[in-house]
Every structure is written in structure tokens, then in C-alpha cells.
């Protein structure tokens, strides 16, 4: 028995059309016709929005991406590669400080700055941050308090054992009407 009627028995024209498929790049041409089942693929294009297995997909930049209901979340606290003013890259520290504050970086920062101080509207514009700074300030110790007071507090003693703590109603009164003064203090300076 020769050689070559042994490669015959061994390998189908399936096979051999397989392996000349491959040499010759052409990997999406079938070899065998099969009946039955066929699975519909559709093709999308960029920006198309649609829903499968109960995920919304969509094709951004070429990819294939989930739509969560953080995406808002998550771009609001991506800082981007370069600055979306200038185009240089944001590799310092305070480039990505300044771009959560201003959203761009450091050196256009300064340029800003700078020709707000040659306008004269420098004052007015750190104002306005102290402004900002105090509100949030203000809003914060409002949080504080009224979580203090409202909540019951849990301790742990040094024997381990857990302690509920209620709050005294005379003295919530009273730390809750001193909280109102410097509130009230603290709002009369923002005008």
C-alpha cells in the first residue's frame, strides 16, 4: 500500500477544504452545508442601542459596551488622558484636581486666573469659590446635626458588650438651636 492511498482513507474533502481554507485566509467559508438550526446574528453599527438577555448593549469608539445606570457616575469621575482645552497631557496631580474644579488642567487654570486678574474680576471670581465652599459647609453641618440628633448611637464597651445610647431631648434641644446660631452666622457672612 502506497502513501499517498493512505492520506486519502485518513483525511475528507471536508478536511482537505478546511486546511485550503486556512492557508488561504478565507476563515467565515464553510466546508459542510448543514440543515436545521440557524442562528440569526445582527449586525450593528456605532451608536445603536438595543437589548438582549435583559442588558441594554450599545457600540461606542468600535467595542461592544453595556449601558449600567452608573455610566453618568462613571464619567463624572473619569478624568480624561489630556485636557479637553489645551491637549496636553494631564499627568500631574493637580491637573486632575483642577479639572475636577474647573474641568481643565492646572496651566489653563492659571492662564484663567491670570486674565481674570488682568480684567480686574479676580475678587468677584474667589468670592464666589468662598461662597460655593461655605454652602456646602453650611449643608454639611445640617446633614451632621440632624443625623446626631435623630439617631440612637450603638457603643461598644471595653467588655464587649453593646450599649444603645439616646440622645438627652433638653440637650438635643439645646445643641440643635446652637447648630441654628452658627448656621445663621455662617449665612450672613455669604452675602
Not at 460655593?132 to 440628633?149: A, C, Q, T
Request: charged letters at 30%; aromatic letters at 8%; hydrophobic letters at 30%.
Amino acid at each position: 500500500m502506497s502513501n499517498e492511498s493512505a492520506l486519502k482513507k485518513e483525511f475528507k474533502n471536508s478536511d482537505i477544504q478546511r486546511v485550503r481554507n486556512l492557508v488561504n485566509k478565507d476563515f467565515s467559508s464553510k466546508t459542510k452545508i448543514q440543515t436545521g438550526y440557524k442562528n440569526s446574528t445582527k449586525r450593528y453599527k456605532e451608536g445603536d442601542i438595543w437589548v438582549d438577555k435583559g442588558k441594554k448593549w450599545t457600540i461606542k469608539n468600535g467595542l461592544k459596551q453595556n449601558i449600567t445606570k452608573l455610566d453618568s457616575a462613571k464619567k463624572a469621575i473619569r478624568t480624561p488622558l489630556t485636557c479637553p482645552k489645551c491637549g496636553k497631557p494631564m499627568k500631574h496631580h493637580l491637573d486632575k484636581k483642577m479639572y475636577k474644579i474647573h474641568g481643565f488642567c492646572l496651566d489653563c487654570t492659571v492662564d484663567m486666573e491670570h486674565k481674570l486678574k488682568m480684567a480686574g474680576l479676580h475678587g468677584k471670581y474667589v468670592t464666589r469659590i468662598k461662597q460655593g465652599n461655605i454652602r456646602h459647609f453650611i449643608k454639611d453641618v445640617e446633614d451632621w446635626s440632624l443625623s446626631l440628633v435623630n439617631n440612637e448611637s450603638n457603643f461598644v464597651t471595653e467588655a464587649g458588650d453593646i450599649e444603645k445610647w439616646k440622645s438627652n431631648s433638653a440637650k438635643t434641644k439645646e445643641v440643635l438651636k446652637n447648630i441654628q446660631q452658627y448656621i445663621k452666622h455662617l449665612s450672613e457672612h455669604l452675602k
